[in-house]
């Protein structure tokens, strides 16, 4: 669909290579996790940036089996929202708040401690992230 709205378009993607030369590169990682994909685990996304000449203007990470969305611009800041399929629910803006500190940060991990091996959950409970 891209490349039909915009064929002047360079592509670059893991799993097929790069395509075409432009002022204008897609940069595609179709199915980022992809073990969970496989496994038939809702944790996979398509990942999409968008750089213009030499500069990255947009980032996208799209999860369709969780119906979410996260993206930014540099001149419009961070955003989530659902997948177009869920278009009356509205985007909301990603924010940093003050006086946050890294003591009251949660940290996520993946695959979700449920499905981690006995070694990785060992190494998961005993590692000090601060």
Do not use: K, Y
């Not at 996979?44 to 968008?50: G, Q, R």
């Not at 089996?65 to 177009?84: H, Q």
């Not at 924010?95 to 009251?104: E, R, Y």
């Amino acid at each position: 669909m891209i490349r039909q709205e915009h064929p002047e378009d360079a592509f670059i993607g893991e799993e097929f290579g790069a395509h075409g030369h432009g002022r204008r590169r897609w940069i595609i990682d179709a199915i980022d996790g992809t073990a969970s994909f496989l496994a038939g685990e809702p944790e996979w996304s398509t990942l999409i940036a968008v750089e213009e000449d030499g500069r990255v203007t947009l980032g996208m990470v799209s999860a369709p089996a969780l119906g979410r969305r996260w993206w930014a611009r540099p001149d419009s800041g961070s955003w989530t929202g659902p997948c177009p399929s869920e278009p009356a629910v509205p985007a909301h803006r990603l924010v940093l708040t003050d006086g946050g500190s890294v003591h009251n940060a949660a940290v996520g991990i993946w695959p979700p401690p449920s499905r981690l091996n006995r070694q990785d959950s060992s190494f998961v409970a005993t590692t000090s992230w601060a």
